[in-house]
Structures are given as structure tokens and as C-alpha cells.
């Protein structure tokens, strides 16, 4: 190693980040990483495991647009209205199913036909899972007390001896306990009447069965909303489901069920509009019926008064130019009363809400905005089963519904003035044709005017059967409303997902200690290792001395299970390198604060230094804390504070020889002085250094601390080179910047850092690795080859 000369202290610039640094400083607790990774995963195992599996479950169904099959829906009402400004903005088809599968009210069918208001459970090893239909036993209560549950009723049946069961019941803050012996039973509650019995194909239970009963709304509003979800395509008229459930059956069965609801749902709507006009039908036949027996029996009573045969016979050639005018005032006048009835249907208030039946009107108008108003009511009748009054959809039918009742009245007002307008015309040739009827006898002319009103009737009536009988065919025919196209048969298994949650729970158990160690550095102002101390300051670091594991301060130089007598020894020999032997021989040691390792190190640098063959002097010069005579074995005595004070004139009586060391002498520091500063400064210090210095190779000086004290400063003038110590995992790194001072200032001669105390089994460099080791197996391994 080269001379140190005194130069100005370079400042240390900031030095990149040194991954490997960074891992070298992790990789020394690998011990506790791994057990914190160890406990992460098997903290997340038992996450795994008590956590509830979830199962995924989709279904498709292809919403039918039944116009297109003779029958009427949403999509062709939109249709009609638009074709004569009467729809407003209306949403689509599809986007209305989709509520309507959505709802509340089609979910509460699904869950009162498969009972999901009970729940059951069983444990396996941490894991509550749900058995469904799977369970032992079947447990249920009563319908109204279902409707007014308003907690769960909690049910933990457990199996005992003799076949018998223990049921221990909660609701809400009731709690109570029986003993079944046999099964069935109802038990009374404060929830209600509680039946159960054990399912068919199913063996008594073996473990602890829990039960829960809730309340079948609210069931199915958590269904509804949490566990279903749907998709619309943009430009399809296809529905995707998606149910999440804990159970594989239960989730297919519930997907399944509401698919099916929803298509008897659908259906009913459908039918019931050819029911309405069956109703309606019905009525008017039974009318029809009584008035065309009133009219048959007048032209009977006709006949036998006037003793009239055959009235057609004598009327044919009289009438022959008259057949034509009739056909068409027949006409006229069926759809005047076909009219009328719509009217009067229209008007009754018990009718509000029926659709107008299609009795077979001519006027292509009227007719238009009767299917129209029809379409209106039966999708106001969908949407209103399934949703709240609320519902924006809903107002918009209802002012569409209104507006197309005004519609039809306003047609038929019109409708009727036209037909007025034909009928008077037509009687006006009736009267030409009756002014040649001035032949025939006045019975014939009566009797045709009966014959007339039959005929009106007569085809009024049968056109009404027609009707019917359609309405009873649409019924007989009603297509689903949707066809499933992907049914509910698969199940994925969505949660827990043991892959990332192990994921998650390893980079935890990985992160937490590192970020653990990363704050305590961040925290913790000592310095640890070399790289701790190079970071902050240049002044060059000599040496590191290991951990003092036997605890003395004076080391076994012999051991062979430390490192420190072999770092002594390097110390040793780089002070070699340092001092210009034999002009320079004089080393002070000193550190900032007590505690750091100066007297442990001045000690063992003398000692390791006389085993050279060395004289060496070892001189007590702290002299408030005098440690030598008590480190070496000696009372305490006269030492260097006598011979500054006068008191001694000769130092060599001072000087004592340490046992076991013959060339290591010792001369204490003496009784504690009150002005410890002042006699540093006198001048007989100087004159037992020239007296000392010839007789002895070195001279090492044990000093007061230099932060605590200034005495050591003094000692500068004496002093050849300056060994500072700082003591890893204790030294605070600002301790650091106040030896940047002094190197700064030159308040000490040239100034070597020793690093005290070092850990070396968290080293992963240097010569750990290669010198210690060689060291410690070179000499154990030559002793076990000579015992051999």
C-alpha cells in the first residue's frame, strides 16, 4: 500500500444503484425470506381452502320475432305505429327481453320452484360447501311464514347414537335446541312451522349438516342482481346469461328454469290476447244469437198471418234488379254495426285494458290502427308483469297506448261518416227500385224487409264464429318466445383461483421481509458494512475486524474458530505499508464516541504486533478512563499522569510488562486527573516521547474519544498516524461526516479507518470467502493429517 499523504477530502459523488449490492444486503437474511415466503404460502393455502368455491355457468337464447310467424309482438307493433307517426322512441325488442329475463319476478318463480330459499351445507377439512340436492335431509317451512321471514333462520343438525338427531336453531335473537328420535317431524318456531324429513335414495346424515332458510324475495333480489348477469349483441337478437353459483347442479338448474319460465311467461302473454278476443267473441255471439231468433220468428209469424209459401218465388222477378243494391246494403250495414261494437267496446270502462278484437272490418285505416293499438296493449302487459311502475319504458307505452285509443276513435267517427254517406245513397236507389214495387202485393214487401234482417244476422253471426274459431287455432299454435341455443351445461370454476392466490400470497410473503429490511435501513442511521462507510466518506479504510464472539477485549491469537487474529495479523500488515518504518513508529487510535472498539483494537494491534518480534509500548493516554491495568491483570498504580505532573521524573519506573507478552510493555494512564487537557499540552509529554521512542519498534496510544473530548486533537503533534475506529451496527453514519472534518481540517495526522465488530456471516465478498476460509480449513485440516 502506498504512503498516505494529506490531501483535500474528495467528495464522494452518488454512486449508481448496485444490484448485486442490493442482493448481497437481501441474500444475508435469506433465512427469515424463506420462512416468510414458507408461512405466505401456507397462510394461502388455508385461504384457499376455507374459502367458498364459485362455480360460472352460461346459457344463449336466441329471442324469436314471433310477426313473423302470424303472431304479434314488441318489434311489429314498433312497425305499424311507425307507418302511421304514431310510435314514439321505443326501445328495441331485445333490449326489452333482456329486462324482462333480468327481473325480480321471473327470478322469485325460479326460486320458489326449486326452494333456493333453503340452503345446505357440510364442512370438509376448512371448506363449507354446498350440497343442494345432494343433502340428507329436506328441510322446509311453511308458505307464510316464508313470506314474513324477516332473518335467516339457521339450522347446524348433527348426527348422534340411536339414529337421533341434534338440532341447534337461531332466528335472530331466539336460540334454542331439540332431540329428534325419528323422521318426519314439524317442529314449531318462533319463524314458523319447520318440516324435515330425509330425502329418498339419501342415507342418514354422517356429519354436521347446516341448513339456512331466508326469505325467498330476498333471495331472489340477491340472484337477480349479483349472481345474473346478461349481454345483448350489438346486431343480434341473442341473449347471453351468466349466473355464478356455489354448487354445479344448482347453477344449472337455475339457468335452465328461468329459460323455461321465461318462455311460459312469454307465452301466456301471447294467448292471452286471442283469449280477450274469444271473450269478446262470445259475447257479441250470445247477443247475435237472441236477435236473430227474434227476427226468424217475425218472418215465421209473417208467413203463417199472410199465408205466404214461397215469398222468394213471387219477389224473384220483382226484385231481380234490386240484388245488387241489397248485397251492398247488407254490407254497409254489417260493417256500421261492426263499427258500433268497437265503439261500445272501446267505451266501456271494463274493457280499458282488453285488446279491440278484429271482428273483420273493411276499412284498411281503421284496421291499421286497431292492430296498432293492440300490439301497444300487449307489450304494455309484458313490460308492466315484469317491472316497476316507475319503469321509463312503461310511460312511454302507456302515452302511446292513450294516443292510439284517440286514434281509433277518431277513425271509426270518420269511418262512419263515409258508410253514411254509401248507405244513403244505396237507399236512394232502393227507393227507385221500391217505386216499382208498387205492383207487388204490401205482405211481400213486409216480408222482405224481415227476409233482409235476417240476412244481416245470419252473416254477421257466422263471421263471428269464423273469428273464433282463428283465436282458438293462434292459441293451439303459440311458438316460444326464445330457443335456447347454448344451454347451461358446463361449469368453470371462477373462484377461489388457487394459481393467483398462491401468486399473490408468495410475492406478500417474498415482499414483506424485504420491504421489512428495506425501511429498517432507511430508518436505521449506523453504518453495517465497508460499502456503508466508502458511501459516505474517502477517507481509506485499512482494515474490518469480525464480531468478538468470547466476549474478552484482549483475543486468543491462537484460536482457530475466529477470524479476528488473522485480521489483527492483516492489520498488522498493512501498518507496515502505512508507517515509513523506522522514522514513523508512533500510532494513535481513537474513534467519535465511547463504545466503538479503540481500546479493544489498540490492545490487540499491540499484542498482534509484539508477536512479530517487536518491542512494542502500549501507552494509556486516555486519561479520564484509564482501562489498561484492569485489561492486563495490574492494580491500579501510578502511570503517565505522575510523570506529567512531576510527580515520577523517571517514566521507565512507569512502564510495566504484560504476562504472556515478553515484549509488550505497558505504561498506564495512572490516577484520574482533574485537568486531563492541560497536562496533555505540557511539555514533559514531548520529552518521554523522545526518551521512549528509540527504545521501543512502535508505539501504540490508546486515546480518549475524539468526539466526546478534544485531549486526542492535542496528541497530534505525537502522533505518526492515526488509526480511527468505527464499530458496525453502532457507529452512527454521521459519526462519519465529523472524520470528513477532521480529515478535512488536518486535525489528525494521516487518518485510517478500522471497522470494528463486523458481522462476517452476512459477508458475501472480500476474503471471507477466500482467506478465512482457507485459513480456518488449512489449519484444522494439517492438525487432522498429524493426528493421523
Not at 365 to 375: E, K, P, R, S, T
Not at 541 to 570: A, Y
Request: net charge negative; hydrophobic share 40%.
Amino acid at each position: 500500500m502506498e504512503k498516505y499523504t494529506e490531501q483535500p477530502l474528495e467528495t464522494n459523488e452518488e454512486k449508481p444503484l448496485d444490484l448485486r449490492e442490493l442482493f448481497e444486503k437481501f441474500i444475508g437474511y435469506w433465512p427469515w425470506i424463506v420462512a416468510s415466503v414458507i408461512f405466505a404460502l401456507i397462510a394461502g393455502y388455508f385461504y384457499v381452502r376455507i374459502s367458498p368455491k364459485q362455480y360460472q355457468f352460461t346459457a344463449s337464447i336466441l329471442v324469436i320475432d314471433q310477426s313473423k310467424n302470424g303472431q304479434m309482438n314488441a318489434m311489429s307493433v314498433v312497425n305499424q305505429l311507425d307507418a302511421i307517426g304514431l310510435s314514439g322512441n321505443n326501445p328495441s325488442m331485445v333490449n326489452d327481453e333482456e329486462q324482462v329475463v333480468h327481473s325480480r319476478n321471473l327470478m322469485g318463480e325460479v326460486v320458489h320452484k326449486l326452494q333456493l330459499y333453503t340452503s345446505y351445507y357440510q364442512y370438509s377439512f376448512l371448506h363449507k360447501e354446498e350440497v343442494y340436492t345432494a343433502s340428507p335431509l329436506y328441510v322446509n317451512l311453511d308458505s307464510i311464514s316464508l313470506a314474513n321471514l324477516h332473518t335467516s333462520l339457521e339450522l347446524q343438525i348433527s348426527p348422534e347414537e340411536n339414529h337421533s338427531l341434534s338440532i341447534d336453531a337461531s332466528y335472530g335473537n331466539n336460540k334454542w335446541k331439540w332431540e329428534v328420535h325419528q323422521l318426519p317431524i314439524v317442529l314449531q318456531t318462533p319463524a314458523g312451522n319447520l318440516f324435515i324429513q330425509q330425502r329418498p335414495n339419501q342415507k342418514f346424515p354422517e356429519k354436521n349438516l347446516y341448513v339456512t332458510i331466508s326469505n325467498p324475495i330476498a333471495v331472489a333480489k340477491n340472484l337477480a342482481t349479483s349472481a345474473l348477469s346478461t349481454d345483448v349483441g350489438k346486431q343480434t337478437d341473442v341473449i347471453n346469461l351468466t349466473l355464478v353459483a356455489g354448487n354445479v347442479q344448482k347453477g344449472k338448474d337455475i339457468l335452465n328454469t328461468l329459460i323455461k319460465i321465461y318462455n311460459s311467461d312469454a307465452t301466456e302473454q301471447t294467448n292471452q290476447a286471442a283469449i280477450n278476443t274469444a271473450t269478446f267473441i262470445n259475447s257479441r255471439l250470445k247477443l247475435l244469437t237472441g236477435e236473430l231468433s227474434t227476427v226468424e220468428e217475425q218472418a215465421q209469424h209473417f208467413k203463417q198471418a199472410n199465408k205466404i209459401v214461397d215469398t222468394d218465388a213471387q219477389a224473384q222477378l220483382v226484385l231481380g234488379d234490386a240484388d245488387t243494391y241489397q248485397q251492398q246494403t247488407m254490407t254497409v250495414e254489417t260493417q256500421l254495426h261492426l263499427i258500433d261494437y268497437i265503439e261500445q267496446f272501446l267505451r266501456d270502462p271494463k274493457y280499458r285494458n282488453a285488446l279491440v278484437p278484429n271482428l273483420g272490418l273493411t276499412d284498411v285505416g281503421l284496421l291499421a290502427v286497431i292492430n296498432g293499438y293492440n300490439q301497444l296493449v300487449l307489450e304494455r302487459e309484458r313490460i308492466a308483469r315484469n317491472s316497476s311502475v316507475d319503469n321509463p319504458a312503461l310511460s312511454s307505452l302507456n302515452h302511446q297506448v292513450e294516443t292510439a285509443r284517440k286514434a281509433i276513435l277518431v277513425s271509426i267517427a270518420n269511418t262512419r261518416k263515409g258508410m253514411a254517406i254509401t248507405r244513403q245513397d244505396l237507399e236512394a236507389q232502393n227507393s227507385l227500385i221500391n217505386a216499382k214495387l208498387h205492383a207487388v202485393p204490401r205482405q211481400e214487401r213486409q216480408y222482405l224487409e224481415i227476409k233482409r234482417q235476417q240476412q244481416v244476422k245470419e252473416t254477421l253471426y257466422l263471421f263471428l264464429l269464423q273469428k273464433r274459431e282463428e283465436a282458438a287455432l293462434q292459441m293451439a299454435v303459440t311458438v316460444p318466445k326464445a330457443r335456447v341455443i347454448d344451454s347451461a351445461d358446463d361449469a368453470l370454476q371462477v373462484a377461489p383461483r388457487s394459481s393467483l392466490i398462491l401468486l399473490v400470497f408468495f410475492v406478500l410473503g417474498l415482499a414483506i421481509p424485504i420491504l421489512i429490511i428495506y425501511i429498517r435501513d432507511l430508518i436505521d442511521t449506523s453504518i453495517h458494512t465497508r460499502q456503508d462507510v466508502e458511501a459516505i466518506t474517502s477517507v481509506p479504510v485499512l482494515t474490518e475486524l469480525g464480531h468478538n464472539l468470547s466476549g474478552q477485549t484482549i483475543v486468543d491469537q491462537h484460536s482457530i474458530t475466529e477470524s479476528n487474529p488473522e485480521l489483527l495479523r492483516l492489520l498488522r500488515t498493512k501498518l507496515q505499508f502505512v508507517l515509513d518504518y523506522p522514522t514513523q513508529k508512533v500510532v494513535m487510535v481513537t474513534s467519535t464516541e465511547p463504545g466503538e472498539g479503540k481500546t479493544f483494537v489498540s490492545v490487540n494491534l499491540a499484542i498482534t504486533l509484539s508477536m512479530a518480534d517487536k518491542k512494542v509500548l502500549l501507552m494509556g493516554l486516555d486519561l479520564r478512563k484509564p482501562q489498561l491495568t484492569k485489561l492486563f491483570g495490574f492494580p491500579d498504580q501510578e502511570g503517565i499522569t505522575s510523570y506529567l505532573t512531576g510527580l515520577e521524573s523517571d517514566a521507565h519506573k512507569l512502564i510495566l510488562t504484560a504476562p504472556d507478552y515478553p515484549n509488550l510493555d505497558l505504561l498506564p494512564s495512572g490516577m484520574i486527573p482533574p485537568n486531563p487537557n492541560e497536562l496533555i499540552m505540557r511539555q514533559r509529554l514531548d520529552e518521554m516521547f523522545e526518551i521512549l521512542k528509540p527504545e521501543y519498534d512502535y508505539i501504540v496510544m490508546d486515546t480518549a474519544p475524539v468526539g466526546a473530548v478534544s485531549d486526542t486533537l492535542l496528541l497530534h503533534r505525537l502522533t505518526d498516524v492515526t488509526l480511527y475506529v468505527c464499530r458496525a451496527e453502532y457507529s452512527d453514519r454521521r459519526n462519519l461526516e465529523f472524520v470528513n472534518r477532521l480529515a478535512t481540517e488536518g486535525s489528525l495526522k494521516p487518518i485510517y479507518l478500522v471497522i470494528n465488530d463486523v458481522h462476517m456471516e452476512k459477508r458475501h465478498y472480500g476474503y471471507r470467502r477466500g482467506y478465512h476460509y482457507g485459513y480456518h480449513y488449512g489449519y484444522g485440516h494439517y492438525h487432522q493429517k498429524k493426528q493421523e
